[in-house]
């Protein structure tokens, strides 16, 4: 999968960007959710990225990104095995022949503000400590915004 401006190749949490000399160098890998051990990234920009692990017949979507635990947005089951696909911005197409769009917009935008998707993530104000966790070294106000 390459990134929404095409300068990053994805295979899982794998990842190269594709540099003018046709050289690849290595980026930093997405963070599996915990008790994985594979996971899919159909969808991923400057923000991060849309992740799907599966079970037999479900998906868990998650919002992933250096630096930051990933979030869980949603848990869809089907009757047969499904597939994921990316409809940008901020959407994902699941499903085989029944089909489901998740869509996680809000999350995208979100995470375009470190700080901001740190706070979704904990539901209000953060302390230093609490930030560190969810969005290593971003910078530290006293309140989230909006708040």
Not at 9 to 35: F, Q, T, Y
Not at 73 to 92: C, H, I, T, W
Request: aromatic share 8%; hydrophobic share 40%.
């Amino acid at each position: 999968m390459f990134s929404q401006d095409g300068s990053i190749l994805r295979a899982g949490s794998h990842g190269w960007r594709l540099a003018g000399s046709g050289k690849a160098e290595a980026v930093p890998d997405l963070p599996l959710p915990e008790g994985t051990h594979s996971m899919d990234v159909p969808a991923a920009g400057t923000w991060g990225g849309l992740a799907t692990t599966s079970g037999f017949k479900d998906f868990t979507t998650w919002l992933v990104r250096p630096g930051m635990e990933p979030v869980a947005l949603g848990r869809d089951g089907f009757a047969e095995p499904p597939q994921a696909f990316s409809l940008p911005p901020g959407r994902l197409l699941l499903g085989y022949t029944e089909l489901v769009v998740r869509d996680v917009t809000e999350a995208v935008a979100a995470a375009r503000d470190p700080r901001a998707a740190a706070c979704a993530v904990a539901g209000g104000g953060l302390t230093r400590t609490e930030l560190d966790t969810y969005a290593k070294d971003a910078t530290w106000h006293p309140a989230c915004p909006g708040t």
